[in-house]
């Protein structure tokens, strides 16, 4: 097994790594303070991050999977071509994001952009906030696929290699990149946020890349995509009944029909790592409380916009508050892969594989209790200005 340890630089202690929302949040022991930015002036601050602000940085671990465990992933092509493949749409079959936007070819355009503005108008500013954290978070998309071509023995090699790992991964970025640019072109038509700020914000976080600690392990980097398509599921079905309680069925539709995308993407990410218990129980389990043991960071967690250091927790603080993903969605997300994965009736495990069943099992009660804890103590939060709404004011 190769470990390889590098420890880099770059700290915020105001930035933390993992995400849960910020009422349940609790650090992990193993947070890795490698050295802290500290500069006098704003002006000097700024000059030093043209590519985004001082963070955490993790002793980044690579490789850490044994390499005959490669094998696994070559000796179920056949199975993944069958199984998980089929979790694709057909691109004739797909939806589009023009099928949702007025058509600027049509004679009814003006009058059609008219309407989705007056739509918007009724929605309220705290709502913009999260739907535009959630189109930056979706228009990263480079740094994701990024992310999974560094998962040994499933990566795309070529760029066009045709095992069914890697056709997978740019057929799913492909349908993914619809959600980016279908909500994009929808805020940039509302004319509630600033377009300027918003764009800024997305190169920051391309830029930034992310950091979800799956140390180029399918097995970590599986069960991450799990919880994550899992979460995009349940926080765009949030901003849809929302919409819809606005008073906007056309905005309703478009969250809805992105959430429909992230479940079936959910479903065959699940599907994956349910095959890795059938073949391996005892590491899989190990990586799944690993995995835990690290949080399930937020995809767009270095999120930046040039102005705001907490940017990310704020934008969590506000989707916490208005109940688009909480910590509460947290629990229910891990307890639902528990249940999923049958990991409380794995037998034969080894001491280890028993250890992190244990831990997995009773993590979801852990959590649950610590945030209603926090909720207990949790005050109201201060109003502060989103660069992405003119600096407009929105209660955390
Ligand atoms: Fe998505
Ligand atoms: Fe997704």
């Known amino acids: 097994m190769a470990l390889k340890l590098n420890a880099i630089n770059f700290q915020s202690p105001k930035c933390p790594s993992f995400s849960l929302p910020p009422a349940a949040s609790f650090r992990s022991p193993k947070f890795f303070m490698a050295s802290t930015l500290r500069s006098g002036s704003k002006e000097v601050e700024t000059a030093k991050k043209p590519f985004g602000p ?27 071509e069958d199984n998980i493949l089929v979790h694709l749409k057909p691109v004739e079959k797909c939806w589009q994001p023009q099928d949702f936007l007025p058509d600027p070819a049509s004679d009814g355009f003006h009058d059609q952009v008219k309407e989705l503005r007056e739509r ?19 228009e990263a ?11 040994d023995g499933v990566r795309d090699e070529t760029g066009a290699s045709l095992t069914p790992w890697a056709v997978w991964t740019r057929a799913w970025t492909a349908e993914e990149n619809r959600h980016g640019d279908l909500l994009n072109k929808y805020l940039y038509l509302c004319g509630r946020v600033d377009m300027k700020q918003i764009e800024k914000t997305i190169q920051y976080l391309i830029g930034s890349g992310m950091d979800p600690r799956t140390e180029n392990s399918p097995y970590l980097g599986f069960i991450y995509t799990s919880f994550q398509e899992r979460a ?18 056309k905005l309703a539709q478009i969250c809805g029909t992105i959430a429909s995308d992230e479940k079936r993407h959910e ?15 005892d590491g899989t389990v190990q990586s799944f409380a690993d995995m835990m043991r690290k949080k399930i960071s937020m995809p767009a967690h270095l999120m930046y916009d040039g102005r705001d250091d907490n940017l990310f927790d704020h934008f969590s603080a506000v989707a916490q508050r208005l109940g688009v993903y909480t910590a509460r969605d947290y ?14 009736d794995l037998t034969g495990l080894s001491s280890e594989g028993q250890k992190a ?26 109003k502060i200005p989103f660069s992405w709404i003119y600096d407009r004011e929105v209660q955390l």
């Open 357 to 382: 069943q244990e831990y997995v099992c009773g993590l979801t009660p852990r959590i649950r209790r610590l945030e209603e804890r926090a909720q207990g103590r949790a005050k109201q939060g201060p």
């Open 54 to 80: 001082p963070r955490e940085v993790h002793v980044q671990v690579t490789h850490s999977m044994p390499p005959q465990k490669i094998e696994i992933f070559k000796s179920i092509e056949d199975w993944a």
């Open 141 to 151: 998309l480079p740094t994701y696929q990024t992310m999974l071509n560094t998962l």
């Open 120 to 138: 918007a108008k009724e929605i309220p500013d705290d709502y913009f906030v999260v739907l535009v954290g959630d189109m930056i978070t979706e």
């Open 331 to 344: 629990a229910d997300i891990l307890e639902h892969l528990v249940v999923r994965w049958k990991v409380a």
């Open 267 to 281: 479903t065959a990410y699940t599907k994956i790592v349910e095959k890795l218990f059938e073949i391996d129980p």
């Open 232 to 249: 995009t599921f349940v926080s765009h079905g949030n901003t849809a009944r929302q919409a819809r309680e606005h008073g906007d069925l």
